[in-house]
């Protein structure tokens, strides 16, 4: 049975998000994806935690799964547009 991969670090700069897992893989994500993330102070942004299953932030009321970022997924509490 495999196992998904883990979070062991995360980093920001000014436009980008970046997870490095446990398996050795990097993801870097636009931090636009993240409203939250974009707009929250350097502080807010390191006031996180890891879990098997993705990033969590208290405070900002963020959790990003890593099987999210693996698949590409931005901000899933956006609203979305309908078609008419």
Same mark, same amino acid.
């Given at each position: 049975?495999?196992?998904?991969?883990?979070?062991?670090?995360?980093?920001?700069? *000014?436009? &980008?998000?970046?997870?490095? %897992? =446990?398996?050795?893989?990097?993801?870097?994500?636009? !931090? @636009?994806?993240?409203?939250?993330?974009?707009?929250?102070?350097?502080?807010?942004?390191?006031?996180?935690?890891?879990?098997? *299953?993705? &990033?969590?932030?208290?405070? %900002? =009321?963020?959790?990003?799964?890593?099987?999210?970022? !693996? @698949?590409?997924?931005?901000?899933?509490?956006?609203?979305?547009?309908?078609?008419?």
């Amino acid at each position: 049975m495999s196992t998904s991969p883990e979070p062991v670090s995360v980093r920001f700069d *000014d436009d &980008i998000f970046v997870v490095e %897992l =446990d398996d050795g893989r990097t993801i870097g994500v636009p !931090l @636009a994806w993240f409203p939250r993330l974009f707009h929250a102070r350097a502080d807010q942004r390191a006031d996180f935690y890891l879990s098997r *299953d993705g &990033i969590h932030w208290e405070g %900002l =009321d963020e959790d990003i799964s890593v099987a999210g970022l !693996l @698949a590409g997924q931005a901000d899933m509490t956006r609203a979305k547009v309908e078609a008419a």
